[in-house]
Every structure is written in C-alpha cells, then in structure tokens.
C-alpha cells in the first residue's frame, strides 16, 4: 500500500551582492514518518524549473515519492498542468487542496513553522550558499535530532541508538543555533 505527502513552498529573504533577494524553498513530507525532503531551493521559480523537481521526485527507483500514490498540493500557481501530469505519470495522484483551506495541508504547515522560528528567522542568511546550508543543517537536525510530538516524542531518523547513563553533551548546529543534548553510553 502506498503512502501519502504533501508538498508546500516558503520563501526566505537573502542578502546578496544585488540586495534582498527573495528565494522559494519547496519540499516534500512523508505524511506518515514527517521524512522531508529539500526538492528545490531558487529565486526564480518557473515551469521549467518545476518540471525538473517533478522529474527528480518521480524518478525510478530513487525519486522521493518513489512507493508515495497521492501527494497534497495547494493552489498555487507553480503546481503547473505539466507538473501535475509528470506526477500522475510517476504513480502518484495529486490531491489539490480547496481554497483557503491552510489546516488541511496542517504536517507541511507545520515543518514551515519549525524551519522559520527554529533556525531561517534567527540568521542574517548572507547569500544562496549560506541559505542551502542553514536549510541543509536544519533538515539533518528535523530528522536525526529534534524530537516529534505526533511520532511519540521520537526521532525520525536517529543517528544513534545509544541511550546511555554517562555524561550530558551538547550536539551543535549552526554555530550553536540548534541544539541536541544526548548522554555517552558508560
């Protein structure tokens, strides 16, 4: 039986050699495990660039919504016929939201959130370099060490199974901006 995501766009303002620039990030969720994964970062979003992130989501055997059979989607605009098509082709039925309709699409909703007040809207991203690696960072940390409310207060992807009874450390991220606490075994 497969599975279903949601997909859903943030924007992120950027200081560059031209000024603020303003960068689409769009990605997609496992519904069921909150797995997410980064399918495009740019400045400007168009069919084209679109079509790609459909062809990489959909491709055999290692696209993301490779096992997926619908997808959640918003109105927006860049959900393009072409988009859509390439996904339908792939296996996966998207699943168009009704208007104004934000708590239907609510895990999606949520990683923006997180994404935002936990790391993008505490930095001065100085660059598209420095906006792929903080959202990079950030996704590690959603996945191997942020613990999940709606999974049990679990991780998604663990990097160790280790809990042990010694000594209290300190996992940093972004110059210490996220945070994981964890004990050595003993």
Known sequence: MGGLAAADFFTVEVLTMRG?????????????????????????????????VARNLTAAGDGFLHGMHHIILDRDPLYTATFRRLLRDGGVTPLVLPAWSPNLNAY?????????????????????????AA??????????????????????????TVIGTGQMNCRERLGGLLKFYYREAA
């Open 20 to 52: 603020l620039v303003r960068y689409v990030v769009f990605f997609v969720m496992k519904l069921k495990t909150r797995h997410v994964a980064i399918a495009g970062i740019t400045h400007q979003p168009d069919e084209t660039w679109m079509t790609q």
């Open 108 to 132: 999606a909703e949520r990683f923006v959130e997180s994404v935002k007040s936990e790391c993008l809207d505490r930095m001065v991203l100085l660059g598209e370099g420095h906006l792929r």
């Open 135 to 160: 959202v990079r960072e950030f996704v590690h940390h959603y996945h191997e060490e942020r613990p999940h409310q709606g999974l049990g207060n679990e991780l998604i992807a663990p990097s160790t």
